[in-house]
């Protein structure tokens, strides 16, 4: 449902982020991404949802490729969750937050309500409905972003760290949040222990190109490929040191 | 500094409100033409800084004191006029109804003093020339200590003026300005170098951020910038210098009118301070028919009869314990619930 | 830093006031601006020598407040913040009018004296009902109503969202000056020569920052146009306070329950 082609981008300032990336992404896979800082996992992102223009090279979401024109109708297919909730939640309160985009899809006051309630109820988050999102914690603010994405039912969520900066109850809950999401997910993160819970396949990036792609498995338990990236095992991997 | 609702009168609560309101709405016109959908969120993300940036205190070398930055010219620096302008609007508004800062019918007073000298008046007309010709940091920061001292100083020359023009204080008008305008030249500077500093440190880090504000894509238009805003200048004029006279000269118009049509005045005026009120002497008004002096007796001895304090002392007391009780039997409800 | 932490409590506390639940609360938000204005210019078209029918105003921010079950400690903190300046404009008033008055026993009271009282009433009451609106009507229902009193939408858009990320930016500088002064334990703040750099490079975050968001609402179809829900309508209720409110302000601006008292004695 995911084409990309021959994909190669460059920051105006010359610093090459992505390097001829080739990948296809099947309905319904749940990948994580990962790759040490500066891998070029966000600036692929930039490019799937059409903030960064593609010069060189294909995306394609279900047979739509990104440009320009497409923009609109990509944005209805592609969610993305933001790192920082507090960039992605603007909002006085958790609802209108949730109907911003609804709204701008010029629906119905009763049909974006619909919406709205159905997102807050996939996620079992239906109590912070009024509440104002600068008053919640870092955990529900994550699980508020997410829902204000699924209200716009897209095909694909892209999710940048989704699970840093949370304490560990705070984490699991967003852990099992991402894992009843049916839908594409694509999970850029350094959380590789989430990676081998509810990911099933495992695409590396380093030095913008893909490094390496394949199951959870392969990939997330093999020392030497991770420290040749600057990623380690995951942490349930590692032999204990307890001093 | 912010004018408070306790410090206006209706009159001149009213016409700063008509004013700014009539500035507001030529700015968001302005902005809805030619205003960037991106500088949105950055306006709101903006002025969230300026709130907060407010409260960083910093040391005045020397002195042992401690500043605070303003946000008037270096806003319109980094947004443009008009964008900058609303942000501070909303900034202020918010300041008002949390922190107590000014008041709601202050707030058009507080919006013209504050925002519109420094964003519409004196950035476009002072700063803006002066880094035109050339953007270096000398000239950023010469321009940045000229307009925040002018724009401070005019706010302060509008503070004495809708104050005296409320008819509140009675501080002669000569004796309030000396003491408001050499502090605020002085806060002027300082804060003036700070908005220097820091608009010359993002220069150096990311021009660009700077110079997107300055280079006016739309200057065609500026001609009819320029004559709109040649109007509203001569506006302020009118509401500060026009404004004051038309109050002093009729000091409270509400009040006047109120009493005339309940004709409580008669009544209460029965005090023995009537007769005194009635020659108050004239000579420390700073124009001869000026608010408190000219009271005719109406209403202004009104309640000054010991009888009538005693009554005011009851009054109070009687409602605090309307407050009480009505606590004490919302309690009971509670408990019996 | 103590102004930061204070300014957040401040902020915290009124909004959780204004989650509330009673009688005033869920009045609607533009009845409750309307007798607020009301009651402002009601209050300060007072003339100064008038400090006995002023009184009668306090049955107002007391009723409301015991109504909505405020508490008024911090209303009252806040208010101690706001008094300075009408303080030193009302002391002026002291020294500039010296004329007697009247006497209560031995003590001569001048009319300097009764306007700097009339002042510090006034603003006790104008800052107490501000305070009052905004203890039981949060922010964003206030903004809705402006506008459908026709503020440009622009302007409403800024408050919600400076709204939206004062407390954001209020922590992410308090943990700025934190650091800078563990880092300069002798100095009393951020040095002068220091703020250029402080203050751009909380711009410089802010701009980036900015940048994200719009992205992010991009992402959910942004294209310029920021979209409300319609606010709800005035209830039958809604229209019965304000008329029985607004009245019995009229009425209190007209009749001098302190003299009424005081002629009794």
Redesign the interface.
Known sequence: MLEIEKLNYAYPDGHQAIRDINLKIEEGESIALVGANGAGKSSLF?LI?G?SEIKEGSIKVEELSVGKKTL?DI??K???V?Q?P????????VY?DI???P???LLT?EE?ETRVVNALEQLGITHLRDR????LSGGEKRVIAIA??LA?NPRVILFDEPTSFLDPQARRNVINTLDSLKMTKIIATHDLDMALDICDRVIILHHGSVFADGTVKDILLDENLLSQCHLELPLCMQKPRVR | MHMADALVSPAVGGIMLAASAGAIAYSAYKCKDDLDEKKIPLMGVMGAVIFAGQMINFTIPGTGSSGHIGGGILLAALLGPFPAFLTLTAVLLIQALFFADGGLLALGANIWNLGFYACLLVYPFVFKPIVKKALTPTRISVASVVSVILALTLGAISVVIQTLASGITELPMATFMGMMIPIHLAIGLVEGIVTGGILVFIYKMRPELLESSMDNKKLPKNLSIQKVLGVLLVFAIVVGGGLSLLASSNPDGLEWSMENVAGTAELETSGNAYDSAANIQESTAFLPDYGFKSTDGEGSAAGTSVSGIIGAGITLVLAGGTGYLIYAVKRRKEKTA | MSTITDSMNTINSLEEMAEGDTIIHRLHPMVKLITTMLYLVLVISFNPYNITGLMVFAFYPVILMALAEIPYKPLLKRLLVALPFSFFAGLSNIIFNQQLALMIGPMPVSYGFISFTSIMVKTIFTVMAVLILIATTSLPKISYQLLSIKVPKIIVEQIMLTYRYISVLLEQVSNMYTAYILRAPASKGIKMKDMGIFVGQLLLKSFDRAESIYVAMKCRGYDGNYLYAKPSPIQKGDWLFLVLVSGILCLMRFFDLSLFIGSFL
């Open positions: 930039k949802i903030i609109k944005r209805r592609v969610g993305m933001f920082n507090d960039d992605q939640l603007f909002m006085t309160k209108d109907a911003f985009g709204r701008n899809e006051e974006v104002m999102p600068h008053r204000s994405v716009m």
